[in-house]
Nanobody
Framework: QVQLVESGGGLVQAGGSLRLSCAAS????????TGWFRQAPGKEREFVAC????????YYSDSVKGRFTISRDNAKSTVYLQMNSLQPEDTAVYYC???????????????????WGQGTQVTVSS
């Protein structure tokens, strides 16, 4: 069982940057696929970015590609999301996710991820 704790959210002006962190504990982090989802008010959870279980591949949603970068430090059991050129439509609660057995075709589907953090709020003002 893995526990996830996000940090780094906050209020930023449009065009600004934030870096989210997700610290994992309780299991061998390197064996898990890890990633980020977000949920804006009144909307469903949306895939943002993730690593495959092997860590060899990264995936991004079209809405963040080129602006956001996911990275991970296995030694620290931490995954990061660097967010640049933030826009008001990026405002959401951002959730860290992890899963030990998720397959590639399921990576972009929230229901297939087993472990979720509590979320961190990101607010982008115009």
């Amino acid at each position: 069982q893995v526990q996830l704790v996000e940090s780094g959210g906050g209020l930023v002006q449009a065009g600004g940057s934030l870096r989210l962190s997700c610290a994992a504990s309780g299991s061998t982090f390197r064996n898990y696929a890890t990633g980020w989802f977000r949920q804006a008010p009144g909307k469903e959870r949306e895939f943002v970015a993730c690593f495959s279980r092997t860590g060899g591949y990264t995936y991004y949603s079209d809405s963040v590609k080129g602006r956001f970068t996911i990275s991970r430090d296995n030694a620290k059991s931490t995954v990061y999301l660097q967010m640049n050129s933030l826009q008001p439509e990026d405002t959401a609660v951002y959730y860290c996710v992890a899963d030990r057995s998720i397959i590639q075709s399921s990576l972009r589907t929230a229901e297939h991820w087993d472990h979720w953090g509590q979320g961190t709020q990101v607010t982008v003002s115009s």
